[in-house]
């Protein structure tokens, strides 16, 4: 069955940066555009990135452009969230997140999230 | 697209039926979803293209609407659906709406 298993999160100072993973499993990652979503503790759910099967195409949201970079390894099934200059509000669970089927379509697979905290 | 929600709280006993709105700020046709999450865990996607249960979802969730306003109802509800819910445009890249949360009455 379908499997997204996020890492990398944990507690970092502002400023600092922050590499999150996805391991993906029981699909093929290479046919899928992929995203980020995170979920700041109590709000609701705010979309990060999207990057394309291939890696070709990245989208950010505004609150992270320029500071966050999407890429994936397709070899080792894996995507990841490169996130830089962290700011207290980037506190929150990262998703990855599946679409249906085309990189615009609703996400039908989630991981469990990692937990980021921006904290001094 | 900003995506609206209401209400941002709704009481109702087990049972009985909820109907939970979304408004967009501008015409994103058919292209919503209507996400659960519960405490501690990953949304779960319930519907998209506006009325499409997702796999395995209960034919007890429908949706309806297009253009900018949409329903996500819930007919007779079960204790497991006392949630919250969020829609979700994907006219351009996803923009979540702020959550309804279903409580029991």
């Known amino acids: 069955q379908v499997q997204l298993v996020e890492s990398g999160g944990g507690v970092v100072q502002p400023g600092r940066s922050l590499r999150l993973s996805c391991a993906a499993s029981?699909?093929?990652?290479?046919?899928?555009?992929m995203h980020w979503v995170r979920q700041a503790p109590g709000k609701g759910l705010e979309w990060v990135a999207v990057?394309?099967?291939?890696?070709?195409?990245?989208f950010y949201a505004d609150s992270v452009r320029g500071r966050f970079t999407i890429s994936r390894d397709n070899s080792k099934n894996t995507l990841y969230l490169q996130m830089n200059s962290l700011k207290t509000e980037d506190t929150a669970v990262y998703y990855c997140?599946?679409?249906?089927?085309?990189?615009?379509?609703?996400?039908?697979?989630w991981g469990q999230g990692t937990l980021v905290t921006v904290s001094s | 697209i900003v995506m609206t929600q209401s209400p941002a709280t709704l009481s109702v006993s087990p049972g009985e039926r909820a109907t939970l709105s979304c408004r967009a700020s501008?015409?994103?046709?058919?292209?919503l979803a209507w996400y659960q999450q519960k405490p501690g865990q990953a949304p779960r996607l319930l519907i998209y293209?506006?009325?499409t249960r997702a796999t395995g979802i209960p034919a007890r969730f429908s949706g309806s609407g297009s253009g900018t306003e949409f329903t996500l109802t819930i007919s007779s509800l079960q204790s497991e659906d006392f949630a919250v819910y969020y829609c979700?445009?994907?006219?351009?890249?996803?923009?979540f709406g702020q959550g309804t949360k279903l409580e029991i009455k």
């Open positions: 997140a599946k679409p249906h089927i085309t990189m615009n379509d609703p996400l039908d697979q």
């Open positions: 029981g699909f093929t990652l290479s046919n899928y555009g």
């Open positions: 990057i394309s099967y291939d890696g070709s195409n990245k």
């Open positions: 501008q015409s994103i046709s058919s292209n």
């Open positions: 293209g506006a009325s």
């Open positions: 979700q445009q994907n006219n351009l890249w996803p923009t």
